[in-house]
């Protein structure tokens, strides 16, 4: 199987959402249209214009998962320490975050998941960051294997901002060779 992974922008939003809706659905969250999920809406407006970058996976013209990678200024404070930033908790020391990682079930097992994270880890070391947050629903076990095998070490937890205030682990990937 042939895994495509390519930047993804407006166009691609109506494949965006059947897989993380799939998701959604197959966990039995509440789907927010307007609150949680706007910004699958809009990528464009989202992603790419705030110097962020959206991925999809395809196989055979289908996309099957999808990723964000997002950038921002370095969390200060002592590595592996959480704290509270705009009402959010954040780990400190982090310069990006991985985000939006869904891979539709059919596609699971094959590849998709793990090519999705290693593109987003690729890019952020290319880059120069140091440390990668990301944030994982507390029931998406083989995920947490996944982020596992590149370094990914728990630093907390929280309850997310999603409609369904699901329980999260805080974990952060060092990019840096730490």
């Known amino acids: 199987m042939s895994i495509w992974i390519r930047a993804a922008g407006n166009e691609d939003r109506l494949g965006v959402i059947e897989v993380i809706r799939t998701v959604f659905d197959e966990y039995r969250f509440t789907w927010e249209e307007e609150g949680y999920?706007?910004?699958?809406?809009?990528?464009?407006?989202?992603y790419a214009s705030l110097g962020h970058t959206f991925f999809v996976a395809e196989v055979s013209g289908r996309v099957v998962g999808t990723i964000a990678l997002e950038r921002f200024n370095k969390i200060e404070g002592g590595?592996?320490?959480?704290?509270?930033?705009?009402?959010?908790?954040?780990?400190?020391?982090c310069d990006c975050a991985l985000e939006?990682?869904?891979?539709?079930?059919?596609?699971?097992?094959?590849g998709v998941g793990h090519a999705l994270v290693q593109k987003v880890v690729a890019i952020a070391k290319s880059?120069?960051?140091?440390?990668m947050e990301?944030?994982?629903?507390?029931?998406?076990?083989?995920?947490?294997r996944l982020y596992g095998r590149f370094g990914a070490k728990v630093v907390g937890d929280r309850i997310c901002?999603?409609?369904?205030?699901?329980?999260?682990?805080?974990?952060?990937?060092?990019?840096?060779g730490s």
């Not at 939006?100 to 094959?110: D, F």
């Not at 880059?127 to 440390?131: D, K, L, N, P, V």
Request: zero cysteines.
């Open 37 to 46: 999920h706007a910004d699958l809406y809009d990528l464009d407006s989202h």
């Open 79 to 93: 590595a592996g320490d959480l704290t509270l930033l705009n009402g959010f908790v954040r780990a400190v020391g």
């Open 100 to 110: 939006r990682l869904y891979v539709h079930p059919e596609a699971r097992k094959v």
């Open 127 to 131: 880059e120069g960051r140091t440390a």
């Open 134 to 144: 990301l944030w994982s629903d507390k029931r998406f076990v083989d995920a947490h």
């Open 161 to 176: 901002h999603d409609p369904d205030q699901s329980p999260e682990w805080g974990l952060v990937i060092p990019l840096d």
